[in-house]
């Protein structure tokens, strides 16, 4: 069972267009709620890192949101390029897990001209 | 070197055959992960090292699955007597500590494929 949900499963937008992906866990308690970015063929590169008291985190173009309360997290990507194309991955780190990381499966975007 | 380097980055196996894969993770890193990825899925935790020991193997999926880091550097990941299900995308990472909140780094991984 996935502790780790994500919404959509993929994704088609237009360049220029802003887009938000979705992210529900059910881990507890955890350490920290990370969110990659995986181009085909690659490993996962880190976009962020929010603690559970951290509301936002924002890196360029990209802004993550977190309610602890709720268990959801939320990525937006603003002006969307065609090299954002690739799977964004939501990630927990469990408390007193040896830093295991609980992925999600990933919401594939597409980004067309 | 710059990153997590993994080798080979593509693998093919007869079913049956043992292999190795192998992990460089970045010089002076503590941390060193497995995580196994399956086809249009997000990865899973194999194992963890901090330096030389191995503190957690629970995601092994079987005894054929042994992973060692002799020197606290690099890591092998070795699977024996290999079986169609392994086909997977083999992933390293590593961290500079061993807290929950430092960040890891992926290489770009291994892709199995047992035929």
């Known amino acids: 069972k996935n502790q780790v949900e994500q919404s959509p499963q993929s994704l088609i937008i237009l360049e220029g267009k802003n887009c938000t992906l979705q992210?529900?866990?059910?881990?507890?308690?955890?350490?920290?709620l990370r969110w990659y970015k995986q181009d085909t063929g690659r490993g996962p590169v880190s976009l962020t890192i929010?603690?559970?008291?951290?509301n936002t985190k924002s890196n360029g173009r990209y802004t993550a949101t977190l309610d602890a309360d709720t268990k959801q997290s939320s990525l937006h990507i603003t002006a969307s390029q065609l090299s954002d194309s690739a799977s964004y991955i939501c990630?927990?780190?469990?408390?007193?897990?040896?830093?295991?990381?609980?992925f999600g499966t990933g919401t594939q975007l597409k980004v067309e001209l | 070197g710059a990153g997590v380097s993994q080798s080979p980055r593509y693998k093919v196996a007869k079913r049956g055959q043992d292999v190795a894969l192998r992990c460089d993770p970045i010089?002076?890193?503590?941390?060193l992960f497995w995580y196994q990825q399956a086809l249009g899925q997000g990865p899973e935790f194999l194992t963890y090292?901090?330096?030389?020991?191995?503190?957690?193997k629970s995601g092994l999926p079987s005894d054929r699955f042994f992973a060692e880091r002799p020197e606290g550097s690099v890591s092998t990941l070795k699977i024996q007597r290999t079986q169609q299900e392994d086909s997977a995308v083999y992933l390293c990472?590593?961290?500079?500590?061993?807290?929950?909140?430092?960040?890891?780094?992926f290489g770009q991984g291994t892709r199995l494929t047992v035929v």
């Open positions: 990472a590593s961290s500079f500590a061993g807290t929950a909140n430092t960040e890891a780094f």
């Open positions: 992210c529900n866990y059910t881990v507890s308690p955890f350490s920290n």
């Open positions: 929010m603690t559970f008291s951290e």
């Open positions: 990630v927990v780190t469990i408390t007193g897990g040896g830093n295991k990381l609980t």
């Open positions: 010089s002076g890193h503590v941390s």
């Open positions: 090292f901090q330096n030389e020991a191995q503190l957690d």
